[in-house]
């Protein structure tokens, strides 16, 4: 089946195929928003390059997928950007081989950049207690606030979690709750004393009550747990901008987002001699190789502080 490459299309317009491949991702795969909304821009790009090279989708090989990557090189993107797409580029043309439009796959050994495994940048428990001391005030939007950073340091939940969270995913009598992860995954995440009052005085009516509208604008905002000013479902970005509103005031600047406050949760766990596996159960890793790299920070952690303190350490 020809997949033609339609010239009076859009360049943003993405071909049927295409639509139908992340369509799969999401139903059959559960891949998140998240994941596919960046899957959507490796496409278009993917897409883009393909009509500069005059090429539809029919046309790729293995060559052709090599040279796209030596194109995306050359734009100066992170290692970490180059392999997503290549990824995507792959996923894309195995969906559509498997699914009898081509008949081979073109992608399939094509090999994925290596990314260097980073280690995660941990707050200090010092930076931390700074943080969540900086939300000052009493009123509906400072409770907002400080139940963000407390829920996020203390239970470890991705940015993705925190405001997919519905007042039914809470059970505060028995300091719970359940958060939905990547592929849908839904897990049970202790609460821990200070994100429980932080949320517990967010909820009141004189907190998240004083926010909400006499009419709500879309479905599912009446049961969002973090609200915006305008009384809607507080967004990733809205989020976001909490966080760093809060690390500007104490000085954290760029050092600081949401997920660093997850890896903080993680590291300072280990620190305190927690079990590895239970670290894993909270976070949703999918696999405890994940997990082990806190195991290396916590590690890291410990030498420099044995290099600093110990008075025989330094040769």
Known sequence: MALALDPGAGEDELPLEVEEWLSWLATERGRSVATLAA???????????LGGQGRSLDQADEDLIATFVGHLRGQELAAATVARAVVAVRSLYRFLAEEGRLPADPGADVAAPRVAAGLPKALTEAEVTALLGAVVGDGPAQRRDRAILEVLYGTGLRISELVGLSLGDLDLESALLRAFGKGAKERVVPVGRHALAALEAWLAPSGRGALEPEQWARRGDAEAVFLNRRGGRLTRVGAWLVVKRYGDAVGLG?????????????????????????????????????????????????????????????R
Do not use: N
């Open 254 to 314: 760029a050092k600081l987002s949401p997920h660093v406050l997850r890896h903080s949760c993680a590291t300072h766990m280990l620190d305190h001699g927690a079990d590895i596996r239970s670290v894993q159960e909270l976070l949703g890793h999918a696999s405890i190789s994940t997990t082990q790299v806190y195991t290396k920070v916590s590690t890291e952690r410990l030498f420099e502080a044995y290099r600093a303190a110990h008075p025989r350490a330094v």
């Open 39 to 49: 899957y959507r821009r490796d496409a278009r790009r993917w897409w883009r390059w």
